[in-house]
């Protein structure tokens, strides 16, 4: 609720006697213009002003939840003005010579009599002009937006080549990622990536110029490239076509095919950037090799942004650079796997590895006879790998032998007995280097044969002084230096300042929009913390709705501040309304139900999400589930997904919380209240909750609150509507 000082509040609860009066005031071109529907001055405030009786009706102003649960509105404000012909400088002239759809209004409620020095003017609306029209020579239409639409600002630092001439193909056009709190995974954005491209013909040794695939970022006299072994310099670009210099930095001018890659020659790092704002720490840094994550922490430097760990010219920004040197191990770290092919995908990059999944001959027999006595055994041979974490092993096997009884064992195990032939199956896990042994023991007779049909075995690795890469070759988009030399998708856990919601809510205002104040109207259960990552350009507003949704809460912006509202578990009237408007003998109350489109029965809240991945429902890693059978009963399954991907949060505790207020508040259809009231209530605004004891001391969460100013053929009104 809004908050008067004691003379105003005191003034404008008596219910006789009081003259409220209205003023807006209009700033053009950095002057003042104080609008009412007739002239009056307010001396002591703000150097003492005196209105221009210029405002021939108001509009009503009206604050309210529209479209979905998660989403306030406020709507437009319009003004109907009449042109002063005796006036130098009228509304008609403002209109017309001036850019007005800049210039700020706010709305103020006043009371004669009253001294404004110690009870001064109250703001009840703050916007700017968003149309102006002149329909005839006498009047002038204005209307008015909420402030809170200029939130409409995008977030987010987008990488350029004319701020990033360097950065990798793939990641111009993206954001630099704004990561708060404990966040792991967070994709890195590579800004000095280096370039590669192909040449589209032969060259011999002697050849001066060459026809390249993408010419895109290619400065002459300065970019080098490597392809083979030779080192040429580009002199002169023309299209796809570069003139060069050969064999530089000591090398030997070669002949080359088309289809070769040209790799730019770098000397400084390749550079990384996690965060678009300072961290506390840059906990690992990872390299996704398929489905793993590779750490390389060990070869990275690491750069918080704050003070004493900022890396050159990036300031307050979280980098990770790394040398052609350290690229070196860390592509042999990720090469480490066994044989065949492990396929590493994300939206931009298909990466194929060989050494990774073993596939032992197949249709292997072993024979072993005897009159009283026979056994055969078979393994799988593959080849030794040093470094095993662990390996799985799958194989399909027959037996086949005389008719005195046969038994199948597995490492010692007994899997089959009884019969003298058949078949099976097993599947296990194993350390180091072990490798099953499959066992066929038959009673008496010759000739017992155990086959294995098939055995594959996949391999997890750790890496060890005295691995051995196995040769690898990659395949797909590959637009970098980087790209060709780290070999995966970098990414980071990190660690960012702002974790409590109401720090990363301030947080984003600040940066973003320009509002340097942010409260909280209740409290946040125990627990509550945002994790999460903003990684595309959005907008501010819709994202700070987003946001608050997560936390049970409503975010609005009022007289110039904004504010969190905590919804709380139960509702408890935070002011009583005795009574509402009447007109002609009749209360100014409606009641009806609230939309059925509104029913939520069932919640299944998305929460933890992966930040490699698109946002959609496989991107989150946990689900919390509930329903309310009774609601299901009533009104069949309602359910709206759309509204439950929370990616900021990360606890289940939380998680759980959040789903039980929603489904507790949307299960059924609730009532609302709509209903007038005066301007002894014009502290009441939308979040709030009150009693209403004109209908039975029910109690209501205010979901629209607006007023009306008066003038000379209606009074001032309240219009407001309950929700419970």
Same mark, same amino acid.
């Given at each position: 609720?809004?908050?008067?000082?004691?003379?105003?509040?005191?003034?404008?609860?008596?219910?006789?006697?009081?003259? @409220?009066?209205?003023?807006?005031?209009?700033?053009?071109?950095?002057?003042?213009?104080?609008?009412?529907?007739?002239?009056?001055?307010?001396?002591?405030?703000?150097?003492?002003?005196?209105?221009?009786?210029?405002?021939?009706?108001?509009?009503?102003?009206?604050?309210?939840?529209?479209?979905?649960?998660?989403?306030?509105?406020?709507?437009?404000?319009?003004?109907?003005?009449?042109?002063?012909?005796?006036?130098?400088?009228?509304?008609?002239?403002?209109?017309?010579?001036?850019?007005?759809?800049?210039?700020?209004?706010?709305?103020?409620?006043?009371?004669?009599?009253?001294?404004?020095?110690?009870? @001064?003017?109250?703001?009840?609306?703050?916007?700017?002009?968003?149309?102006?029209?002149?329909?005839?020579?006498?009047?002038?239409?204005?209307?008015?937006?909420?402030?809170?639409?200029?939130?409409?600002?995008?977030?987010?630092?987008?990488?350029?080549?004319?701020?990033?001439?360097?950065?990798?193909?793939?990641?111009?056009?993206?954001?630099?990622?704004?990561?708060?709190?404990?966040?792991?995974?967070?994709?890195?954005?590579?800004?000095?990536?280096?370039?590669?491209?192909?040449?589209?013909?032969?060259?011999?040794?002697?050849?001066?110029?060459?026809?390249?695939?993408?010419?895109?970022?290619?400065?002459?006299?300065?970019?080098?490239?490597?392809?083979?072994?030779?080192?040429?310099?580009?002199?002169?670009?023309?299209?796809?076509?570069?003139?060069?210099?050969?064999?530089?930095?000591?090398?030997?001018?070669?002949?080359?095919? $088309?289809?070769?890659?040209?790799?730019?020659?770098?000397?400084?790092?390749?550079?990384?950037?996690?965060?678009?704002? $300072?961290?506390?720490?840059?906990?690992?840094?990872?390299?996704?090799?398929?489905?793993?994550?590779?750490? =390389?922490?060990?070869?990275?430097?690491?750069?918080?942004?704050?003070?004493?760990?900022?890396?050159?010219?990036?300031?307050?920004?979280?980098?990770?650079?790394?040398?052609?040197?350290?690229?070196?191990?860390?592509?042999?770290?990720?090469?480490?796997?066994?044989?065949?092919?492990?396929?590493?995908?994300?939206?931009?990059?298909?990466?194929?590895?060989?050494?990774?999944?073993?596939? $032992?001959?197949?249709?292997?027999?072993?024979?072993?006879?005897?009159?009283?006595?026979?056994?055969?055994?078979?393994?799988?041979?593959?080849?030794?790998?040093?470094?095993?974490?662990?390996?799985?092993?799958?194989?399909?096997?027959?037996?086949?032998?005389?008719?005195?009884?046969?038994?199948?064992?597995?490492?010692?195990?007994?899997?089959?007995?009884? !019969?003298?032939?058949?078949?099976?199956?097993?599947?296990?896990?194993?350390?180091?280097?072990?490798?099953?042994?499959?066992?066929? =023991?038959?009673?008496?007779?010759?000739?017992?044969?155990?086959?294995?049909?098939?055995?594959?075995?996949?391999?997890?690795?750790?890496?060890?002084?005295?691995?051995?890469?196995?040769?690898?070759?990659?395949?797909?988009?590959?637009?970098?230096?980087?790209?060709?030399?780290?070999?995966?998708?970098? %990414?980071?856990?990190?660690?960012?300042?702002?974790?409590?919601?109401?720090?990363?809510?301030?947080?984003?205002?600040?940066?973003?929009?320009?509002?340097?104040?942010?409260?909280?109207?209740?409290?946040?259960?125990?627990?509550?913390?945002?994790?999460?990552?903003?990684?595309?350009?959005?907008?501010?507003?819709?994202?700070?709705?987003?946001?608050?949704?997560?936390?049970? !809460?409503?975010?609005?912006?009022?007289?110039?501040?904004?504010?969190?509202?905590?919804?709380?578990?139960?509702?408890?009237?935070?002011?009583?309304?005795?009574?509402?408007?009447?007109?002609?003998?009749?209360?100014?109350?409606?009641?009806?139900?609230?939309?059925?489109?509104?029913?939520?029965?069932?919640?299944?809240?998305?929460?933890?999400?992966?930040?490699?991945?698109?946002?959609?429902?496989?991107?989150?890693?946990?689900?919390?589930?509930?329903?309310?059978?009774?609601?299901?009963?009533?009104?069949?399954?309602?359910?709206?997904?759309?509204?439950?991907?929370?990616?900021?949060?990360?606890?289940?505790?939380?998680?759980?919380?959040?789903?039980?207020?929603?489904?507790?508040?949307?299960?059924?259809?609730?009532?609302? %209240?709509?209903?007038?009231? %005066?301007?002894?209530?014009?502290?009441?605004?939308?979040?709030?909750?009150?009693?209403?004891?004109?209908?039975?001391?029910?109690?209501?969460?205010?979901?629209?609150?607006?007023?009306?100013?008066?003038?000379?053929?209606?009074?001032?009104?309240?219009?407001?509507?309950?929700?419970?």
């Amino acid at each position: 609720m809004k908050s008067f000082p004691s003379a105003f509040a005191a003034e404008k609860n008596r219910k006789t006697g009081i003259s @409220p009066v209205w003023m807006l005031k209009l700033t053009v071109n950095a002057v003042d213009y104080y609008l009412s529907d007739h002239v009056f001055t307010v001396a002591g405030w703000n150097g003492g002003v005196t209105t221009k009786a210029w405002v021939e009706s108001w509009g009503p102003v009206l604050e309210q939840v529209t479209g979905a649960v998660d989403e306030i509105r406020v709507s437009d404000i319009a003004l109907r003005c009449v042109v002063d012909p005796d006036e130098a400088t009228n509304i008609e002239t403002l209109a017309l010579a001036s850019d007005i759809e800049k210039s700020p209004a706010v709305l103020y409620l006043w009371f004669s009599g009253l001294n404004a020095a110690t009870a @001064p003017p109250q703001e009840m609306f703050r916007g700017y002009v968003r149309e102006a029209d002149l329909p005839d020579e006498t009047t002038a239409n204005l209307v008015f937006e909420d402030a809170t639409v200029r939130l409409h600002s995008l977030v987010g630092t987008v990488i350029t080549t004319a701020d990033y001439p360097n950065a990798d193909q793939d990641d111009v056009g993206k954001i630099l990622p704004l990561p708060y709190g404990v966040v792991k995974n967070v994709p890195a954005v590579a800004t000095k990536a280096g370039l590669v491209t192909t040449l589209k013909a032969d060259i011999t040794s002697g050849a001066t110029s060459c026809v390249v695939a993408r010419p895109d970022g290619i400065v002459a006299n300065t970019t080098k490239f490597r392809i083979g072994s030779e080192v040429v310099k580009v002199t002169a670009v023309s299209g796809s076509t570069l003139t060069i210099s050969r064999a530089q930095d000591s090398t030997t001018a070669a002949a080359h095919s $088309a289809g070769d890659v040209l790799v730019e020659e770098i000397t400084d790092p390749f550079v990384f950037v996690v965060s678009g704002h $300072a961290l506390t720490s840059i906990d690992k840094v990872l390299v996704r090799a398929g489905d793993l994550d590779v750490d =390389v922490t060990d070869q990275c430097t690491r750069y918080t942004g704050q003070v004493g760990s900022q890396y050159s010219t990036y300031g307050a920004k979280g980098v990770v650079t790394i040398t052609k040197a350290q690229a070196a191990v860390i592509k042999l770290r990720v090469g480490q796997w066994a044989k065949s092919s492990l396929q590493i995908s994300n939206p931009e990059h298909n990466h194929s590895y060989t050494e990774s999944r073993d596939q $032992a001959a197949s249709n292997t027999p072993a024979t072993a006879g005897g009159p009283t006595f026979s056994q055969a055994s078979v393994a799988p041979t593959y080849p030794a790998v040093s470094g095993v974490i662990e390996q799985t092993n799958r194989y399909t096997y027959s037996w086949a032998g005389g008719d005195m009884g046969s038994a199948v064992y597995v490492n010692g195990v007994l899997q089959h007995s009884g !019969s003298s032939s058949g078949s099976g199956t097993w599947a296990g896990t194993t350390t180091g280097s072990d490798i099953p042994l499959i066992t066929h =023991v038959r009673g008496s007779g010759t000739g017992a044969t155990v086959t294995l049909s098939s055995a594959s075995r996949s391999v997890v690795f750790t890496s060890t002084a005295g691995n051995t890469a196995q040769a690898s070759t990659l395949s797909g988009n590959i637009n970098s230096t980087a790209d060709l030399l780290i070999g995966g998708a970098v %990414h980071a856990d990190v660690t960012a300042p702002n974790t409590d919601p109401d720090d990363v809510i301030a947080d984003l205002l600040t940066s973003w929009s320009g509002i340097s104040s942010l409260s909280v109207d209740g409290s946040f259960p125990a627990g509550y913390k945002f994790n999460g990552v903003i990684n595309e350009q959005v907008e501010l507003l819709p994202l700070l709705h987003r946001l608050a949704f997560q936390t049970r !809460s409503y975010f609005r912006v009022s007289a110039g501040a904004a504010k969190l509202i905590v919804r709380p578990d139960t509702l408890t009237g935070e002011k009583t309304i005795a009574a509402c408007r009447v007109d002609g003998g009749r209360k100014v109350y409606a009641r009806r139900k609230a939309p059925l489109e509104d029913v939520v029965n069932i919640i299944n809240l998305r929460y933890d999400r992966d930040w490699t991945k698109a946002d959609g429902d496989d991107a989150y890693r946990q689900v919390s589930s509930a329903t309310d059978a009774t609601s299901i009963t009533d009104y069949g399954e309602r359910e709206r997904p759309e509204l439950f991907r929370c990616d900021f949060i990360t606890a289940a505790a939380m998680a759980d919380d959040v789903r039980d207020f929603y489904l507790a508040d949307l299960k059924r259809r609730k009532w609302l %209240h709509e209903f007038e009231t %005066h301007l002894d209530h014009a502290e009441i605004e939308f979040g709030a909750v009150v009693t209403l004891g004109f209908a039975g001391d029910t109690v209501v969460e205010v979901v629209q609150s607006g007023l009306t100013p008066g003038d000379k053929g209606r009074m001032d009104t309240i219009r407001m509507i309950g929700r419970g």
